[in-house]
């Protein structure tokens, strides 16, 4: 089975300055029909999963284009640009290439300073 | 406006069984695919199971066996039926569905929360 890995695992950010979280994956989450299914996903505190970007780089609707995603392969990077107070919160990326299984990363705490 | 609304948690002793229910509006249910996914509480997320539109299930290793993920179309509703219940099995259960495009897990719901003790 594949295994997420995410770093930081917590990341105290100061305001309206930039974020940047790492996901790694055991294997190539490039799927046999191109597409790579890596989301991510971000949990605010008492609220559920939202779904952020998908396919490494897809900003789901209505999320501020200050979150940006990239990556290839194995290694994947979700970065905010400027972090805002609302940002607070868990960040999980997710694997979906590995059917019919779905894989997520241990999570990264986003806090401000 | 897509809404997915679970209810059926609760308290519920080891070995017991319980129905989670999740009514979908905005979202048909039977076109896309269908999750459950379950956080232990202070932990992480962890899928759970998952019911494609053409009926294929899936399950996690942890509940495979104990639980059966199905649905009603006419309701366009989801359900998990869990039996064998551990103290493990703890969590706030959300229901997500999934779209095609996104290879993700597009809606999720606020949770029901599953308490297994005696």
């Known amino acids: 089975d594949i295994v997420m890995t995410q770093t930081p695992l917590s990341s105290p950010v100061t305001l309206g300055q930039p974020a940047s979280i790492s996901c790694r994956s055991s294997?190539?989450?490039?799927?046999?029909?191109?597409?790579?299914?890596l989301s991510w996903l971000q949990q605010r505190p008492g609220q559920p999963p939202r779904l952020l970007i998908y396919?490494?780089?897809n900003r789901f609707s209505g999320v501020p284009d200050r979150f940006s995603g990239s990556g290839a392969g194995t290694d994947f990077t979700l970065k905010i640009s400027r972090v805002e107070a609302e940002d607070v919160g868990v960040y999980y990326c997710?694997?979906?290439?590995?059917?019919?299984?779905?894989?997520f990363g241990p999570g990264t705490k986003v806090d401000i300073k | 406006e897509v809404q997915l609304v679970e209810s059926g948690g609760g308290l519920i002793q080891p070995g017991g069984s319980l129905r989670l229910s999740c009514a979908a509006s905005?979202?048909?249910?039977?076109?896309?695919?269908m999750s459950w996914v379950r956080q232990a509480p202070g932990k992480g997320l962890e899928w759970v199971s998952v019911?494609?539109?053409?009926?294929?299930?899936y399950y996690a290793d942890s509940v495979k066996g104990r639980f059966t993920i199905s649905r009603d179309n006419s309701k366009n509703t989801l359900y998990l039926q869990m039996n064998s219940l551990r103290a493990e099995d703890t969590a706030v259960y959300y229901c997500?569905?999934?779209?095609?495009?996104?290879?993700?897990?597009?809606?999720w719901g606020q949770g029901t929360l599953v308490t297994v003790s005696s």
């Open positions: 997500a569905g999934g779209g095609y495009g996104s290879g993700s897990f597009d809606y």
């Open positions: 905005g979202f048909t249910v039977s076109s896309n695919y």
């Open positions: 019911i494609y539109s053409g009926g294929s299930t």
């Open positions: 294997q190539s989450l490039v799927h046999s029909d191109g597409n790579t299914y």
């Open positions: 396919k490494i780089s």
């Open positions: 997710m694997q979906a290439t590995q059917f019919p299984l779905f894989t």
